[in-house]
């Protein structure tokens, strides 16, 4: 299995997304290549975003979500509640990720049996300190029912 998954091009497509960030970027009276250079992301993504509602990287989401304050879901179209209180301490994915398997007494090998990706996906992102795919990351957050923001380190809110 691909370490970011091979998904139809119609599923990473999402109405929602592309409404929620036309929207706010009429809310904030700029052009997409305005927003682009604000938030740090490529023209042509902020470009497809919009045109087309393509979900960009989950990079490309925490830097949009990180300059306008707001959730990885809300963001996404997700939820309407537009509150978020950013973590005041500087957790990594990877600290929260340890922590939360601490804290169900679960090892990563347990935690991958319920997942759509093998064991050796967490030791990847932990050793070469990346992050996985937003696919990924919906589904280690559903598996601890905790938001994605929240698996992030993003906040400490964990809903």
């Not at 929602?16 to 960030?21: A, T």
């Not at 087309?52 to 989401?61: A, D, T």
Request: aromatic share 10%.
């Amino acid at each position: 299995m691909p370490r970011n998954p091979t998904i139809h091009p119609t599923q990473r497509i999402s109405p929602e997304f592309q409404d929620r960030l036309n929207s706010i970027i009429k809310d904030k009276e700029c052009t997409k290549y305005e927003f682009s250079s604000l938030v740090g992301v490529s023209k042509e993504v902020i470009s497809r975003s919009c045109l087309y509602g393509i979900i960009p990287s989950l990079q490309s989401l925490i830097k949009i979500a990180d300059y306008l304050n707001i959730s990885i879901n809300y963001l996404l179209g997700k939820t309407s509640n537009s509150n978020f209180i950013k973590s005041e301490c500087n957790v990594s994915f990877h600290e929260r990720l340890r922590s939360l398997a601490n804290e169900k007494h679960k090892k990563y090998s347990e935690i991958a049996r319920k997942m759509i990706f093998p064991e050796s996906y967490f030791h990847d992102w932990i050793r070469t300190n990346t992050l996985p795919s937003l696919d990924y990351l919906i589904k280690i957050a559903e598996y601890f029912n905790v938001s994605p923001d929240y698996i992030l380190g993003r906040t400490d809110e964990r809903d």
